[in-house]
């Protein structure tokens, strides 16, 4: 149970940072209009350490607040399939729930702000260029990297950390990958991330919404989960799980 409720408020924390980051760039009479694509992927990298320490700090001793790290884990033995499915959902949940906050967070911004688009996008992530194969493989690819980064960043003899230093460079990771790979997709990497504030946007009475842009969905679902299994396949074959 713990376990659930750190998942739930680590990703909670994740989304209203990340997401909100989004939204302080793009929303109209928003103090931080324009600060462009290194205030997102920072704002990110800082999103993904508070949700960690969050996570941890109420019971979820791995603090993956994403299905996709969580899958590679259960992988590895970390978690069983039931308890996989378990967390995957109540991250989700809190990516719902973190996406409904921002949107109470910037209440009055939303009818200041004509784009559907603009709006869609502070809750979840669409490709630069729409065409599924590229934006599979980016996705694809920027998780890959992801998650075998984080067993690079905990495996022997890097893996030799003080304690509660972890999530500090997970979070040079996201930076990182922001500024490298994030161009194309939008480096959802992560489905709670993705679909949670997906979900919120289609649910809230956001004003002057648009459509949610479902067709293009389920890649930040599949593509990072995908990403996450070749990881882990890849880590075990050189031995470093």
């Known amino acids: 149970m713990d376990n659930l409720l750190g998942e739930f408020m680590g990703t909670l924390v994740l989304v209203v940072f990340g997401c909100g980051v989004c939204a302080n760039l793009t929303l109209n009479k928003s103090k931080g209009v324009g600060g462009g694509w290194i205030c997102i992927a920072t704002g990110w990298g800082f ?34 399939v039931q308890q ?53 493989l980016c996705e694809f690819i920027a998780t890959f990297f992801l998650m ?3 067993w690079t960043i905990f495996s022997k003899p890097v893996g030799s950390l003080v304690p509660g230093y972890g999530p500090y460079i997970v979070g040079v990771l996201i930076w990182a990958l922001g500024l490298s790979l994030g161009g194309p997709t939008g480096y959802a990497m992560n489905a709670a991330r993705d679909l949670g504030p997906r979900i919120a946007h289609a649910i809230l009475p956001i004003a002057g919404k648009g459509g949610s842009d479902w067709g293009y969905a389920w890649i930040p679902v599949f593509a990072p989960l995908c990403g996450g299994v ?12």
């Open 230 to 241: 070749a990881a882990f396949v890849v880590a075990r074959m050189v031995g470093m799980i």
């Open 84 to 136: 996989c499915i378990a967390t995957s959902l109540i991250q989700i949940l809190g990516g719902i729930v973190g996406g409904a906050i921002v949107w109470l967070a910037y209440l009055p911004h939303w009818a200041e702000t004509e784009s559907k688009e603009a709006k869609l996008g502070i809750f979840c992530t669409a490709p630069a260029i729409r065409n599924t194969a590229a934006n599979f």
């Open 148 to 150: 075998f980064c984080i």
């Open 47 to 80: 999103a993904v350490t508070l949700g960690v320490f969050t996570a941890v700090a109420l019971g979820a001793p791995q603090g993956d607040i994403n299905p996709s790290v969580t899958l590679a884990k259960t992988l590895a033995g970390v978690y069983t």
